[in-house]
């Protein structure tokens, strides 16, 4: 079954830092498109960065220098350093990944994880 698992939300101050975990199973993920998706509320979901199997990255410009992108291939996590926080960053996170290797956009993400709440406070 393929499973993707967050953890790392949680509440901080503006400018603190936050580490999110995604540890996938079910499927290649050394082979998969891996992505952060995040949701504030009443608000559309937006892509916040994309890993490609082979290592490129994409960053929505609001997060660019602050957030980072990275896997394990042996640990089968995903993560997401994000630093220097705003009350913008304030959303639900979600950890996604691609049934296959394409992912030119942000439309082709197909695995979910349950998702994880992060709150700056000002």
């Known amino acids: 079954q393929v499973q993707l698992v967050e953890s790392g939300g949680g509440s901080v101050q503006a400018g603190g830092s936050l580490r999110l975990s995604c540890v996938v199973s079910?499927?290649?993920?050394?082979?998969?498109?891996m992505a952060w998706f995040r949701q504030p509320l009443g608000k559309e979901r937006e892509g916040v960065a994309k890993l490609r199997s082979a290592g490129s990255t994409t960053y929505a410009d609001s997060v660019k220098g602050r957030f980072t992108i990275t896997k394990d291939n042996a640990k089968n996590t995903l993560y997401l350093q994000m630093n220097i926080l705003n009350d913008e960053d304030t959303a639900m996170y979600y950890c996604a990944a691609t049934a296959g290797t394409w992912c030119p956009g942000w439309n082709y993400f197909t695995y979910w994880g349950q998702g994880t709440q992060v709150t700056v406070s000002s």
């Open positions: 079910g499927f290649r993920f050394s082979s998969a498109c």
